[in-house]
Structure formats: C-alpha cells, structure tokens
C-alpha cells in the first residue's frame, strides 16, 4: 500500500514561490511515475505536472510551464513541486500522485484516472 503525504503549501503572494514535497512509503519508489494535479473549488482535478520514474523525463501543463518545476529524489523517496512566479488562479487544493508499476523508465501520464494512489492535498492560496 503506497502511502502519499504532502506538504509545503501556504499562504503566498502573487507573485512568490513555494515549493511542495510528497513523501512516498509503502513501495519501492523509484518502481513509479508520479504527478502533480490541482483542483480549485467547483472546478475538476486538473493535470499540473509528472515526471517518470527515472527522472530522466518531465511534463508539465501549458498554464504552468516555464512557471513550476517538477523533480524527484529517489534516495529519499520524495517528489518536489517547484512554483515560481504565482498567481491568484494558482490557487488550489495540490495533490500528489502515483501511478505504480511502470514499465518504460520514460513513461509519463498526464490523465487523472492513470494513477493509482494519491495524497491527501495540501492547500495553496495566493493573495492578489
């Protein structure tokens, strides 16, 4: 069973950075790809970023890219969100998520139902 847990999110100004941890257990971490979505109220879970379980390939969505950056650590089992640049419709709930026994060490998923597991969200809110 994979266990998710992020953290870092907050209250920021536009215009500001925070970056988001997830902390994986349960499975052999680098066995899988992992993703970033974001789901503001009344609005569906959308796509943010993911990267492959090799780290070797990174994709994010057109309203972030050149803004948030995506990596992982697999020594210590922890993918990172880098955002930069922040604005108000940045402002979200922030999920990780896993998407487990991937093949191709390449592989990246942008679809919400191809993932297996997911984290609990942790809330960020900019300011204007």
């Known amino acids: 069973q994979v266990q998710l847990v992020e953290s870092g999110g907050g209250l920021v100004q536009a215009g500001g950075s925070l970056r988001l941890s997830c902390a994986a257990s349960g499975r052999t971490f680098s066995n899988d790809a992992m993703g970033w979505f974001r789901q503001a109220p009344g609005k569906e879970r959308e796509f943010v970023a993911a990267?492959?379980?090799?780290?070797?390939?990174?994709h994010s969505a057109d309203s972030v890219k050149g803004r948030f950056t995506i990596s992982r650590d697999n020594a210590k089992n922890t993918v990172y969100l880098q955002m930069n640049s922040l604005k108000p419709e940045d402002t979200a709930v922030y999920y990780c998520?896993?998407?487990?026994?991937?093949?191709?060490?390449?592989?990246?998923?942008?679809?919400?139902?191809?993932?297996?597991?997911w984290g609990q969200g942790t809330q960020v809110t900019v300011s204007s």
């Open positions: 998520a896993a998407l487990i026994n991937v093949y191709y060490s390449d592989y990246v998923s942008t679809r919400v139902d191809d993932y297996d597991y």
């Open positions: 990267i492959s379980r090799s780290g070797g390939v990174a």
